[in-house]
């Protein structure tokens, strides 16, 4: 009997500690996730903002690293500085937390004491003061790229929030929903945990990633040079194999280990700079969400890598002495790399034109209204055969030329910016006095002076006044100008505006680069005109340069040839019209972009294969085309580029973009845009 009970009181004692132990209350909610519950978030309403080299307070939202790395005070883009400052490059200037604490970044994550996470608390104040739905943001509240950031500290947050009741986060736009919320600050309110997600390359990257980093690896002088100019016109490049996974990008970087083994990188200022070590080139994921301003994409395929072995490595050459990384030759690629046969080159980024004109139309160098005042708001690109370019194919003159084509930005001495700009500019203006000449002696420039190899062949540049856009094929009515590339103004344009810009560079580095990019437009233009009849030459240049121009042309440009014939026949009331639409005629398909729209010859102006009413549609979109404001006053009332949604009765959606052209009176200067408005 005794024992009975004993065991009745242990049976009883065990199903009161279970029942005890079984939880009363709703199961705790699952525990969350950083790269599926509060990236998504992140991506929907904070990257379009914070992402980029211009993200408020450096904060960049487009990854876990960058939410880890918090904020800084510091700005990357300020022109304005008398000394550079160090890069703070994400993935590339520091390796962990700890290290971007120690270059002057503050956590928005960690709780302070007893206060929340700074986030937390800026996520707090947009929720507790929200802007109407609907409605104009207050002028208070300022906008755009020039705007004053705050970037205050957790302990000035009080004094933040006192100051600007409406500008917490997400910054003047819609807010986030409850659920959003909720998740955010359960995410801080844990610790704020951040996993890391690799992306690991599927069989097929694999294979190609091995081929071609064994082609920019190979053992040899020829290899080795090869190699290194490879890198540096592909190191802004997101990177895709054409049988690849979707969503699945790559960069190249340099690295102190050889493929095989984790990559070392070498987080050198710029891509031509001394790597310090032995260097092996490789192919590492792009980490971080993808956003339009850095996604310049490069195919790789089997083809290719054949393509670039026939072009580099078909011919008979040799180097004799590798070259260095001094500042000389970073200002001349041309003599750095003349070992390698210029067609090469050329050829290359020929057949990757597109790509390359996106680098410094859309890369680093082109943000701010002072970096696309020398730029028209639309013009076309043509781009000169190889077969019909000195540099190419006369050796004498390539010998005479290479020298006069260095460009200035690699001495920022603050005192010497005068001195050093003028400089290169009567070194570029030699050059062009050079080229001149030579190309008078030449045969009268035809249409087999364009290159017409494939789609790159033809593209267009949209300015939207402090940024630009590139497309393939020749797109809206025929613009005021249009440049023509030979080699070396194409391969100068891509050194001096992504090789060798600096956009952590001070005011001097910055204030060469832009002013000889006046230079660099001001040459397309002149090439251009040489296909133009000779007695209009000079007419048209006016018209390009009219009223303070005409000081720039005689301060810093060179005469241009009016003598020497072209060998196009063109109506000579509307030389640069006849032109644009006899090159059209002859473009065939390789034109990427027919344009019915806008260049409307007939009496149907849509695009072929449409629905009856898109088509209507567009019939009435294309009466508006090329319409001056003078003649449709509304067009002073609209932004530089509008979205138009059209829906059709059968729920399908078409999207157009309409673009505000201004016309100016000349682009030589980097300031005053609103007085050479026409």
Not at 175 to 193: F, H, M, S, V
Not at 194 to 223: F, K, M, R, Y
Not at 516 to 539: Q, S
């Amino acid at each position: 009997m005794p024992h009975r009970l004993l065991a009745s009181v242990i049976l009883l004692f065990i199903c009161c500690a279970a029942q005890a132990q079984t939880p009363s209350a709703t199961p705790a909610p699952p525990a969350i996730s950083y790269v599926k519950d509060i990236q998504p978030i992140l991506t929907q309403k904070c990257v379009a903002c914070h992402a980029c080299n211009d993200a408020p307070c450096q904060l960049n939202l487009g990854s876990g690293e960058g939410v880890s790395r918090g904020a800084s005070k510091t700005p990357v883009y300020q022109g304005e500085r008398s000394e550079a400052v160090a890069p703070t490059r994400l993935f590339y200037d520091a390796r962990d937390t700890d290290a971007w604490r120690g270059k002057g970044f503050y956590s928005v994550l960690e709780a302070q004491g007893s206060q929340a996470a700074l986030m937390a608390r800026m996520i707090d104040l947009g929720r507790s003061a929200p802007l109407p739905a609907n409605s104009k943001i207050p002028n208070e509240i300022a906008l755009g790229i020039n705007r004053e950031n705050m970037c205050p500290l957790p302990g000035e947050f009080d004094a933040y929030a006192a100051a600007h009741a409406q500008q917490g986060m997400p910054l003047a736009v819609a807010g986030l929903t409850d659920a959003e919320y909720q998740t955010l600050q359960r995410w801080l309110a844990a610790g704020a945990p951040v996993e890391q997600q690799a992306i690991t390359p599927s069989v097929a990257e694999t294979a190609q990633i091995n081929a071609w980093e064994a082609l920019l690896n190979q053992p040899g002088a020829n290899q080795a040079l090869v190699g290194r100019w490879l890198f540096e016109h592909l190191f802004l490049a997101h990177i895709y194999f054409e049988d690849g996974e979707a969503g699945h990008f790559f960069q190249w970087v340099r690295s102190r280990t050889p493929s095989g083994k984790p990559v070392d990188l070498i987080a050198t200022r710029r891509p031509d700079d001394d790597p310090g070590s032995d260097v092996y080139y490789r192919l590492v994921p792009v980490q971080g969400v993808i956003v339009h301003k850095t996604h310049i994409t490069y195919a790789m395929s089997p083809q290719k890598l054949g393509r670039v072995r026939q072009l580099f490595y078909g011919s008979d050459w040799k180097v004799n002495a590798l070259p260095g990384y001094g500042p000389g030759h970073r200002a001349n690629p041309f003599l750095t790399f003349e070992a390698i046969p210029a067609a090469a080159r050329y050829q290359f980024m020929l057949d990757n034109a597109e790509y390359f004109v996106r680098t410094f139309i859309r890369g680093p160098v082109c943000r701010g209204q002072i970096a696309t005042d020398v730029i028209r708001d639309q013009f076309w690109v043509l781009f000169q055969d190889p077969s019909r370019d000195r540099y190419i194919t006369d050796a004498s003159y390539r010998g005479q030329a290479t020298p006069l084509l260095a460009m200035p930005g690699q001495n920022d001495d603050v005192g010497s910016v005068l001195s050093l700009w003028l400089s290169y500019r009567d070194r570029r203006n030699q050059y062009e006095d050079l080229r001149r000449d030579n190309y008078a002696k030449m045969p009268a420039p035809g249409w087999s002076t364009l290159w017409a190899g494939n789609d790159n062949a033809l593209l267009t540049v949209f300015r939207h006044f402090d940024s630009a856009s590139v497309n393939k094929g020749l797109i809206g009515d025929v613009p005021h100008s249009m440049w023509l590339f030979d080699f070396p103004l194409l391969e100068r344009t891509y050194y001096q505006l992504a090789v060798n810009f600096d956009v952590y560079g001070n005011v001097s580095h910055q204030a060469q680069t832009r002013l000889y990019f006046d230079l660099i437009r001001n040459g397309a233009e002149i090439n251009f005109l040489r296909l133009m009849p000779a007695d209009l030459r000079e007419g048209m240049l006016d018209d390009l340069y009219q009223d303070g121009g005409k000081i720039k042309m005689w301060l810093d440009y060179q005469k241009i040839d009016d003598d020497t014939p072209s060998g196009i026949k063109l109506d000579e009331k509307a030389p640069q019209r006849d032109f644009a639409f006899k090159l059209i005629e002859r473009a065939g398909s390789l034109n990427a972009a027919p344009d019915p729209i806008n260049r409307c010859s007939g009496a149907y102006c849509s695009r072929p294969d449409l629905d009856r009413g898109f088509a209507q549609a567009e019939q009435v979109l294309s009466r508006l085309t090329s319409r001056p404001a003078a003649g449709l006053k509304v067009i002073d009332q609209l932004p530089e580029a509008s979205m138009l949604r059209i829906e059709g009765s059968n729920g399908k959606r078409l999207i157009y973009s309409m673009l505000r052209n201004r016309a100016h009176s000349n682009v030589a200067f980097l300031l005053g845009e609103s007085y050479r408005y026409m």
